[in-house]
């Protein structure tokens, strides 16, 4: 956070989102350098996180002082996150939300987990929150955890409060992310403060397509921030992410690979990732409903949501690049380029929202 926008911020405020990772499954290829990344600074190279804190106290010129911290939910922890963790307040969450189970967004629970152990013994668990799906694929990679965890399932449209954690509701929203990523979700947090109305805040996780009823449009209109995937400039559906915008880097047309994937596109394909063996009475009500509504018209790009959404900011994360560069012919972007790109390709398509390129330790209030 710089100091003007410190000096922005209203006295009292206590919620903030700060940003823990940003990069994608692999940020620099062994081998390789990257304009995105700097290779000399660590925190650069984790993989995308977030923590949600409530302070005691504001930050000063932003840094928090780890005593402020009443709690703290960490979404996703990749590559890297214990360290950053560590380095900053060595602090454990209270929680932790997964988007999905890959494990570029979950390595780092080994560590973290085995350390809530150590701390707590058998007298506590770690509370854990993710979609069925992705719970299982997760305890298949990790066979060691699931005794010291304390597990509650997410399941799609379903609000719910994050136990322990006052004036904190969480509704997952299902996303496709391939066929071979089970469950995955956008989590969507209502975070209250006293006297005022909740504000919410959007985290895509990876995909390629939101699976949202004609409710949930609306009920994201009401997103103040949303952090979105945003691996590719242009679309290439074989990585499995959707891209910012849905042209071809000459951008008079619907990209070639976006067009070819379309014309085979069937909603009933993209909810097979979710749906259990046995039939689950919310699960299947909420993938009923969806099927009713899917149509050509779902968001296949960020820039696709945002005009239907309408977030006052947006935050651009798990840049890669490399399928711009290695497909569409585009160059690979640093920071800046990215965020000045996004902002001038908004306002020309006429997206209000205001564009941003985090990096490790931002720290953004929730108003």
Sequence with gaps: MNERDMKRMPEGSKHYIRVNGVG???PVPLGTVHPFYDPGDPEQLANVSFSIL????DPVKGAIDPQSIEWEVLIDAGHGIVQYLIRHGNRMPDAVVLTHAHLDHTLSLDWIIQSFYRL???????????????WDFFTSSFPQLPQLIDYHELKPGEKRNIEGIPGLELTPLPVYHGEKAPGPNMLVFEIGAPGKDPARVLFSGDLMCPLLRRADYRYLQEAGMAFL???NRFPYTASNHWSICSEGPEGRSESKYLKAWRQQLSCTHLVAPHLPVVRDRVVHAYFDEFLAYCDENMPLSVFDLCSRIRPLKTMLVHYSGMEDKNHNGG????PVQLENWANAEAERRGIASEFTVPRPGDLFEVV
């Design 54 to 57: 409530k302070l005691s106290s």
């Design 24 to 26: 994608n499954a692999w």
């Design 120 to 134: 707590h013994g058998k007298e506590k668990r770690m509370p854990l929150y993710a979609s069925r799906q992705g």
């Design 229 to 231: 995937d945003a691996n």
């Design 331 to 334: 160059e690979l972007l640093n």
